[in-house]
C-alpha cells in the first residue's frame, strides 16, 4: 500500500480525506453517539489536534462525514424520463444512508453545504424541473424529498422491535377514535412499502 493510499500526502502527512475515512470506521464500530474526535485520533494512533487541524471541530467532522455517505450515490444508469429519475434518486440517497450505521441521524443532524450532498441536490431539482416543476416547487420539493427519506430512513434504522406490541397497548378506542380503526395499516407494511408510498405522494404532482 502507497502512503496516498494509506491516507498520507506526498510528505507522509495525514490527509483530511484519511481522518473521515477514520471517523467513518468509527461510527460503524460505535455508532454515532461513540464517535468523538478522541475515538478518531485513537483509530489514527494520532493526538486529537491532529485530528482536529484537518476538521477544527466535531461539528465540522459531521458536516464532512455526512458529505461523504452522499459521495458514495452513484449517478450512472439514471432513468431518462424525469420523474422516474427523481424517484431512483431519492432511492439511491436512502441506500447511502442505509449502507452506514446511523447513516440518516448522521445526515439529519448537518446542513453540509459540500460538493457531494449539492451535487445530489443539483440532479434531484434538475429532474423536478424536467418534470415540470417551476423553481420554486422544485427546491421546496426536493427539500420534503430529503426530509422524509431522513425521517423515514433513521426511524428504520433505530426502529423497534417488530413484534413489540406499545402501539396496541397505548391506543385507546375513546381516547383515539380515528387512530384506533387504523392500527392494522399503521403496523403493516415494511419500511421499503413506506418509502414507495410516500414518494409516490411526494412525487404524483411536481409540475401543480
Do not use: C
Amino acid at each position: 500500500m502507497t502512503k496516498k493510499q494509506a491516507g498520507e500526502d506526498a510528505a507522509g502527512r495525514l490527509t483530511r480525506d484519511a481522518v473521515i475515512g477514520a471517523a467513518l470506521q468509527v461510527l460503524e464500530d460505535r455508532g454515532l453517539e461513540g464517535l468523538s474526535t478522541r475515538a478518531v485520533a485513537d483509530r489514527l494512533g494520532v493526538r486529537m489536534n491532529t485530528v482536529l487541524w484537518h476538521v477544527k471541530t466535531k461539528a465540522r467532522l459531521l458536516e464532512l462525514m455526512a458529505d461523504a455517505v452522499l459521495g458514495t450515490i452513484g449517478y450512472d444508469d439514471l432513468p431518462a424520463d424525469p420523474r422516474r429519475r427523481a424517484r431512483e434518486l431519492a432511492g439511491r440517497y436512502r441506500q447511502a444512508l442505509l449502507a452506514h450505521r446511523d447513516g440518516a441521524a448522521l445526515v439529519t443532524g448537518t446542513y453540509a453545504a459540500e460538493p457531494h450532498t449539492l451535487r445530489f441536490a443539483d440532479r434531484l431539482v434538475d429532474a423536478l424541473r424536467q418534470a415540470g416543476a417551476d423553481e420554486r416547487r422544485a427546491a421546496w420539493t426536493a427539500w420534503t424529498v430529503s426530509y422524509f427519506v431522513l425521517g423515514l430512513t433513521q426511524e428504520e434504522q433505530a426502529a423497534p422491535d417488530r413484534h413489540d406490541d406499545r402501539l396496541a397497548r397505548a391506543l385507546d378506542p375513546v381516547e383515539h377514535p380515528a387512530l384506533h380503526p387504523v392500527l392494522t395499516h399503521l403496523r403493516q407494511g415494511s419500511f421499503e412499502d413506506r418509502f414507495a408510498f410516500g414518494l409516490d405522494a411526494l412525487l404524483a404532482r411536481p409540475a401543480a
